[in-house]
């Protein structure tokens, strides 16, 4: 899905009054939006909303939220502190877990959890562990994730997770400690403006400065979190207003007018045809799939039947269409895409890209991306379409719609015998094309090829594992080589790339989905960077598997090293430049240090036992697999480039 969302807007939610007597309190916020009054009311018995991501307006019932009976702890005029009142709106929105570390300007949100009989806490090492976890937990599931940070340097920590989550459109509800309103804007201790700081890294945000709007800003931040395109809201609560008693009005609307306002309908059949008919006139469509689609995958799959038209992913869009049918799927394309993708891409004459952004590093030269195809473009993000490449048919709506909307329009002139789509000669272009450019890589003597361990992994879970990675090259063969045959299979930080994702999503992960094998394939750069998650993974007992590709050096700026500045190492060498020939740092000691059982592997021979050692180790594990830095992400176009421009052959054995 898009990757820049629509422009943030942040909210102070206060009473009017209550800036009376403080000129200065709002010094380094925005202006207050007006307050919508209501006096409150409360009852034991209300409403639940099951977590449900609902992307459009439609006059269909498939947006609305079923409801259950929930039940109050508190009696129904009975004052609570705000604290409680937060906690009570969390269970209200369906929430059963969230990642919270806590400080002093939160530290009643966590007493108020521990009140709690509905939601559990996963306690994370550190704050952007939380984020991250919050953020797995919401692309295993498609439920917004939860995570809560205290004021200043803990709200400060969320700020990477924050940002990925919006470039990868992922549902999160952050929840920060603030200073009490007194001390807003006196620069007291932990105080950060975090309203202001990720105002332009969120898809809304809010202060609250009046207790009896929290039930609504929570109602309000979870709508937005997941309806359009989905991304991350942060809510910032003063420790007085967490301590203040009230009793809550659950029935309090939210007021949301020009968000609804802006929000897609269902798209028009008008349109829907001319896609139709496009496809009817085309020889040689493709489709291009991003994150968008994860949610409409059963729909994808009934399109592909209908048309026979192949389908190509971008790093997002893994797992919204089989990787492993043979027939149609060409895998990932773009900057480390198959050869076959944008092949595909290249010569197509009709570009069908459904629920993504035209990333540069999909597109490269733009100008000579596609350059021969007619493009639809249906996003359901407004500001996408046409903002890096210029449709010639667009349509802003969600794609499980469009798609339905599709389906039946073929089935229909299917029945009727107005349409007959045969793209066979199409296909049989691209397997030979697949033949002779396949995925591959080269073995040396008995060291590892990293690939390979990937590919093992693969055959060893049967494809079924949750993915999660890093970032850098063994995110591009975790891409590359595991076959995803489900959404919300792989958890990776596409869009801002960040370092240290894999551990606390798979973290994430595991909470959300206890039922399945989640694995942490990861690189030795990132994994230390949120090294101390694994105290959250002992701890908590999750069975998360971690295998770690170390190759010592920082592999993907090492391959652009190699390719574009001679091989000169500039701060890439991750190990002990006193002792090269041990593996510094031990990441067996570190899984030591948190009671986790470790092995170590070196040899190709060893590898498949040692794997499914791992695999059959009831709780977490992991496997350091020592592979060589020299070994680079194939096929790569280089940045800026086109396919014509596509390396294929070499690694860092060889001069440049």
Known sequence: MAAAAPISTSTIVQKRSSLANSPNLLSRFTLPFP?????????????????????VLSSENKQVHREETFVSRFAPDEPRKGCDVLVEALEREGVTDVFAYPGGASMEIHQALTRSKIIRNVLPRHEQGGVFAAEGYARASGRPGVCIATSGPGATNLVSGLADALLDSVPLVAITGQVPRRMIGTDAFQETPIVEVTRSITKHNYLVLDVEDIPRVVKEAFFIARSGRPGPVLIDVPKD??????????DQPM?????????????RGMLLEQIVRLISESKKPILYVGGGCLNSSEEMRRFVELTGIPVASTLMGLGSYPCSDEECALQMLGMHGTVYANYAVDKSDL???????????????????????????????????????????????????????LNSILEEKEKEGKVTLDFSTWRQELKEQKKNFPLSYKTFEDAIPPQYAIQILDELTGG??????????????????????????????????????????????????????????????????????????????LPIKIMLLNNQHLGMVVQWEDRFYKSNRAHTYLGNPSKESEIFPDMLKFAEACDIPAARV???EDLRAAIQKMLDTPGPYLLDVIVPHQEHVLPMIPSGGAFKDVITEGDGRTKY
């Not at 207003?241 to 659950?250: E, G, K, L, S």
């Not at 007021?255 to 798209?267: I, V």
């Not at 919300?488 to 959300?512: C, D, E, K, N, Y």
């Open 35 to 55: 307050h919508n009054p209501g006096k409150p009311t409360s009852a034991s018995i209300s409403h639940r909303r099951a977590l449900q991501i609902s992307n």
């Open 351 to 405: 570009l069908l890209a459904f629920g993504v952004r035209f990333d540069d590093r999909v597109t490269g030269k733009l100008e000579a991306f596609a350059s021969r195809a007619k493009i639809v473009h249906i996003d359901i993000d407004s500001a996408e379409i046409g903002k890096n490449k210029q449709p010639h048919v667009s349509i802003c709506a969600d794609i499980k719609l469009a798609l339905e909307g």
């Open 241 to 250: 207003i967490q301590q203040q008693m009230v009793v809550p009005n659950w």
């Open 464 to 541: 079924n594992a949750i993915i999660s990675t890093g970032v850098g090259q063994h995110q591009m063969w975790a891409a590359q080589f595991y076959k995803y045959n489900k959404p919300r299979q792989w958890l990776t930080s596409g869009g801002l790339g960040a370092m240290g994702f894999g551990l606390p999503a798979a973290i994430g992960a595991a909470v959300a989905r206890p039922d399945a094998v989640v694995v942490d394939i990861d690189g030795d750069g990132s994994f230390i960077m949120n090294v101390q998650e694994l105290a959250t993974v002992r701890v908590e007992n």
């Open 255 to 267: 007021s949301l007018g020009g968000y609804l306002s802006r929000l897609p309908g269902p798209p």
């Open 602 to 604: 070196t040899e190709k």
